[in-house]
Structure formats: structure tokens, C-alpha cells
């Protein structure tokens, strides 16, 4: 077994005598399976370990033995400089969802902490919507217009709407596509065609300028807004009608917009 680190408390070593090979008696063999995981010594090669002398009684007298530890390494610190180690760790970040995983490997300071959880958590893709690459960023993540359904009962079991979505995105994440079922009715049809136009209506009266919004994707959930606004908010379109007072097809249109910034 190689040992990158020996550190032995009360005793030096001369570096012009030879070191005897270091025997592995049932304690530090059992010691070595807790560190690597595995009882094959094929395993237990190239393994970074920490050797103290301890003081144990053997028999009757008290005697000096070598006992393993693990090692004590030191992390590396982690910038955002640093940018191929940064871009991984944002990676794994956004796989797991936990920045304390990546903390158990690197260093990084608490002013760094939080632009990488903004950052790993929600990356933005110039995306149109409703097309195959929009598809793909979206397959098994759940979708802020679905937050109502297993929000609705919040810190209690999920309800039946809450289920049948967990189901809809358990099907598309086993088949690795969206399902060839959808729903479209009037109403969603209608805010398609109107949403240029009230686009259009928000940018005039408010003097700016709205692009498209994309996807942002936020690891296990992602959002597709109807439009970004400047560098700091977003916007959300819905065309309702008058309901009871005329038929659909003739009824007068009210276009709702909400602003994110306010």
C-alpha cells in the first residue's frame, strides 16, 4: 500500500536508515476497509492514509504501535477565476442541488458562495418556445405553470393533481420524450395569436424593449417566461375573456400582463 502520509508522534525517523515495511495487523486492516469501502487488497493500492503512534497495552507492558487513520488532506480553494474547476463545480451543483457536497471537496468564501448559487441554480437558454430544443431543456423538470398543482397543499401529502403530474414526468424522463398526447383548446390558442400583441401594447406603453424569454433552467424545475425586460425582469401574458356575458367567439378581450419586477 502506498502511503502519501506519515505522520508519527514521538519519533523521528533518519532518513539514511531503511524503513521496515509497515505489517497491517487486524486493526488497521479493518481500518483500511472502513476507508477504501472494499475488503480486496486490489483495491487498498494508491490510498492516502494518515500512520500515528499510539501507546497500547500488549500483555502486561505498554508498547508503541503504529495505527491508521484517514488522512488529513487540505482542500483547495476555489475562485471563480479558476474558471475549468468553477465550471464544474456549478456542474455539480446543478446536479445535486447541495453546494455543501461541493464544500465536503474545495474551499470557497462565503462572497462566493452565493453568486454560485445564483448562478449554478438557474441557467438561461435562448430558447423559442414551443419547439424541439425547448422540448428537450423542459423533458422531466417540473414547470413553474404546473407550481400550483403540488404546491396547493404545501407541507402535507400531495393532492391528486400533484400525483398525475409526478406521473406525466416520471413517463417522459423512462421514455425520454414528451408525450405524443397533448392538450390545446380554445382558449390557449387564442393567447398564442394575442401574445404578440400584447407584447407589443406592454413595450409602447411602458418604453422598453422585451425580448424572448427562453427557459431558465433551475436544475430539477425551469420556467419559460413570454418575454425578458431589460436585464432584471421578466414578464408573464395572459388573454382572458369576459366569461357570461357573450359567447367566446365574440366576446370582448382583456389582456392581463404582470411585470416581474413589480
Known amino acids: 500500500m502506498f502511503l502519501t502520509q506519515l505522520i508519527l508522534k514521538r519519533k523521528k525517523l533518519d532518513p539514511a536508515k531503511t524503513v521496515k515495511p509497515m505489517i497491517l495487523n487486524a486493526t488497521n486492516s479493518k481500518m483500511v476497509r472502513q476507508i477504501t469501502g472494499s475488503p480486496f487488497l486490489e483495491d487498498w493500492q494508491n490510498v492516502k492514509v494518515m500512520i500515528c503512534v499510539e501507546r497500547v497495552k500488549n500483555r502486561q507492558e505498554f508498547v508503541d504501535e503504529l495505527r491508521i487513520y484517514p488522512a488529513i488532506t487540505q482542500k483547495k480553494i476555489l475562485t471563480p477565476s479558476k474558471v475549468e474547476s468553477w465550471e464544474r463545480a456549478k456542474q455539480s451543483y446543478l446536479n445535486t442541488g447541495s453546494l455543501e457536497k461541493v464544500l465536503a471537496h474545495v474551499e ?34 417540473v414547470s413553474a405553470s404546473q407550481f400550483s398543482g403540488f404546491m396547493a397543499n404545501q407541507g402535507k401529502a400531495f ?41 407589443k401594447l406592454y413595450e409602447e406603453t411602458n418604453l422598453v424593449d422585451v425580448t424572448n424569454g427562453g427557459f431558465f433552467d433551475c436544475g430539477k424545475y425551469g ?20 366569461p357570461g356575458i357573450m359567447p367566446l367567439w365574440n366576446a370582448n378581450l382583456l389582456t392581463l400582463l404582470t411585470n416581474g419586477n413589480s
Open 159 to 199: 393532492g391528486e393533481p400533484a400525483r398525475r403530474y409526478a406521473l406525466q414526468i416520471a413517463l417522459k424522463i423512462i421514455n425520454g420524450k414528451k408525450s405524443d398526447v397533448s392538450f390545446t383548446n380554445e382558449h390557449m390558442l387564442r393567447g398564442r395569436e394575442q401574445e404578440p400583441i400584447a407584447r
Open 223 to 242: 420556467d419559460s417566461p413570454d418575454g425578458l425586460v431589460r436585464d432584471d425582469g421578466v414578464i408573464a401574458i395572459k388573454s382572458v375573456t369576459a
Open 108 to 141: 470557497m468564501s462565503l462572497e462566493d458562495q452565493e453568486p454560485s448559487r445564483r448562478s449554478a441554480l438557474m441557467q438561461w437558454y435562448n430558447v423559442q418556445q414551443n419547439t424541439g430544443d425547448w422540448d428537450t431543456l423542459r423533458l422531466g423538470k
